[in-house]
């Protein structure tokens, strides 16, 4: 078994700053990339941004420069650091890592329950 566990939505102003984590756990052989994606209402789930096993990063044009993924020593923690955040920001945050569980040669990837962030005065 493999849990995603997001963590650090809320309500912020615009302009205001949040940082969600994403622990993964379980029967973790190796992970070879985690990220972030959201879907606002009405809207398909997009990409915001993904970090590989080798630290490489990549980030939607909409928020490079506003949005920051890094990963903790243990790498099977991720985080977002948000700033700078807009009405259009509001969306429901889903963490996702791409992994290969233990006792299995296949790669699966995994999501969370997805966070609430909604940027509004």
């Known amino acids: 078994q493999v849990q995603l566990v997001e963590s650090g939505g809320g309500l912020v102003q615009p302009g205001g700053s949040l940082r969600l984590s994403c622990v993964a756990s379980?029967?973790?052989?190796?992970?070879?990339?985690m990220g972030w994606y959201r879907q606002a209402p009405g809207k398909q789930r997009e990409l915001v941004a993904t970090?590989?096993?080798?630290?490489?990063?990549n980030y939607a044009d909409s928020v490079k420069g506003r949005f920051t993924i890094s990963e903790a020593n243990a790498k099977n923690t991720v985080y977002l650091q948000m700033n700078d955040l807009k009405p259009e920001d509001t969306a429901v945050y889903y963490c996702n890592a791409v992994l290969r569980p233990i006792a299995t040669a296949a790669t699966y990837s995994y999501w969370g329950q997805g966070t609430q962030v909604t940027v509004s005065s």
């Open positions: 970090i590989t096993s080798g630290s490489s990063t």
């Open positions: 379980g029967s973790i052989f190796n992970i070879y990339t």
